[in-house]
C-alpha cells in the first residue's frame, strides 16, 4: 500500500500563516506530480497548487501571491506554505501524489484531508 498522511492545519487569523505537508510512504520507485485540493462546505472540491517532478508549479488564481507549493523529493513530500490568510481560504485541504508503484504504473493517491480554518 501507499499512504499519504497531512499535517499542519488548524485554526489561524486573517492575514496569518500555515504550513502544510503531505509524506508518502509504501513501496514507491518515484513520483510524479504532487498537488494540493481543497473543500469548502458545501463547495466542490477545487484544485490548489501543483507541482510537477521537474519543480514547474502552477497555481489557482485565487491563492496566487500568497500560497508556495514545495515539494522534497528524498523525503516524499509536498508542502504548502499559506500566507495572508482570508476567511474565503477556510477548507479541508487534500493532498495527492501520482505514485510510481510498477512499470510504467502509477497509482493517484489522496490524503486524509486537514482543516484550515481562518476566523478570527
Known amino acids: 500500500q501507499v499512504q499519504l498522511v497531512e499535517s499542519g492545519g488548524g485554526l489561524v487569523q486573517p492575514g496569518g500563516s500555515l504550513r502544510l505537508s503531505c509524506r508518502a510512504s509504501?513501496?514507491?520507485?518515484?513520483?510524479?506530480?504532487m498537488g494540493w485540493y481543497r473543500q469548502a462546505p458545501g463547495k466542490e472540491r477545487e484544485l490548489v497548487a501543483t507541482?510537477?517532478?521537474?519543480?514547474?508549479?502552477n497555481y489557482a488564481d485565487s491563492v496566487k501571491g500568497r500560497f508556495t507549493i514545495s515539494r522534497d523529493n528524498a523525503k516524499n513530500t509536498v508542502y504548502l506554505q499559506m500566507s495572508s490568510l482570508k476567511p474565503e481560504d477556510t477548507a479541508v485541504y487534500y493532498c495527492?501524489?501520482?505514485?510510481?508503484?510498477?512499470?510504467?504504473?502509477?497509482?493517484?493517491?489522496w490524503g486524509q484531508g486537514t482543516l484550515v480554518t481562518v476566523s478570527s
Open positions: 509504501g513501496s514507491i520507485a518515484s513520483i510524479n506530480a
Open positions: 495527492k501524489q501520482s505514485v510510481l508503484v510498477g512499470t510504467g504504473r502509477y497509482l493517484e493517491v
Open positions: 507541482i510537477a517532478s521537474g519543480g514547474s508549479t
